[in-house]
């Protein structure tokens, strides 16, 4: 089993639709979860982190995250062209490490 | 200069030379760290420094050398490399361990001829 696991799309949204984007991961002792976007060709950028079970906020920008569960997703609002990227998840576990996933490839369609 | 930054953005090199990669954390933060970006492959992690001292060296191949003088600094020492090792080195911080939200600097792309 892979210890952090997104499906690879590519997930393809209509502009203005929510783009929903989901992570599961595999050490429960994990305390620590980050979403991050890449741009073809560039390093990834940080664009929401969470630390509690429940949602989490910023502008177009709402992290969930389920530790039951093992379970954290990304939903953007309002999608736009802009927005397309891969999407990574990264989970820092017990051991202080962070570990990525292969990262979900989203394009947003006029 | 903000962030992190690296040098050179792109670099070619022939499997028998020795070159070196830079990264400068303009942060504040204390812990720096060396990824690996491959095609269809998840980031690597590669080397670790907290305050200064390596805590973490994930198997590594020790034609991949790290030196990190002081909190800002991080180099990657590179001899007889490898066409597999051809990828996107990316420098990243973070203000100390790896709990902490890392930022990522723009990356090397190596291109090993």
């Known amino acids: 089993q892979k210890e952090v696991e997104q499906n690879s799309g590519p997930l393809s949204v209509p502009e203005g639709a929510i783009a929903s984007l989901n992570c599961t991961y595999s050490?429960?002792?994990?305390?620590?979860f980050f979403w991050y976007r890449q741009y073809s060709g560039k390093s990834p950028e940080l664009i929401m982190s969470?630390?509690?079970?429940g949602d989490k906020e910023d502008g177009r920008f709402t992290a969930q995250l389920n530790k039951a569960s093992q379970y954290v997703s990304l939903l953007i609002r309002d999608s736009q062209p802009s927005d397309s990227a891969t999407y990574l998840c990264?989970?820092?576990?017990?051991?202080?490490?962070?570990?990525f996933g292969t990262g979900t490839r989203l394009q947003v369609f006029p | 200069e903000t962030g992190v930054t690296q040098t050179p953005r792109h670099l070619v090199m022939g499997m028998t030379n020795k070159k070196s990669l830079k990264c400068e954390q303009h942060?504040?933060?204390?812990?720096m760290y060396w990824y690996k970006q491959s095609a269809k492959k998840p980031l690597e992690l590669m080397f670790v420094?907290?305050?200064?001292?390596?805590?973490e060296n994930n198997s590594v191949p020790s034609r991949f050398s790290p030196e990190c003088p002081n909190s800002s600094h991080l180099f990657l020492h590179l001899h007889t490399l490898q066409p597999e090792d051809s990828a996107l080195y990316l420098c990243?911080?973070?203000?100390?361990?790896?709990?902490?939200?890392?930022?990522f600097g723009p990356g090397t792309r190596l291109t090993v001829t």
């Open positions: 990243a911080s973070s203000l100390a361990g790896g709990r902490d939200e890392q930022y």
């Open positions: 050490d429960r002792g994990s305390q620590s």
């Open positions: 969470i630390y509690s079970n």
């Open positions: 990264a989970v820092a576990t017990n051991t202080d490490k962070l570990i």
């Open positions: 942060l504040g933060h204390n812990a």
């Open positions: 420094y907290n305050f200064k001292e390596q805590t």
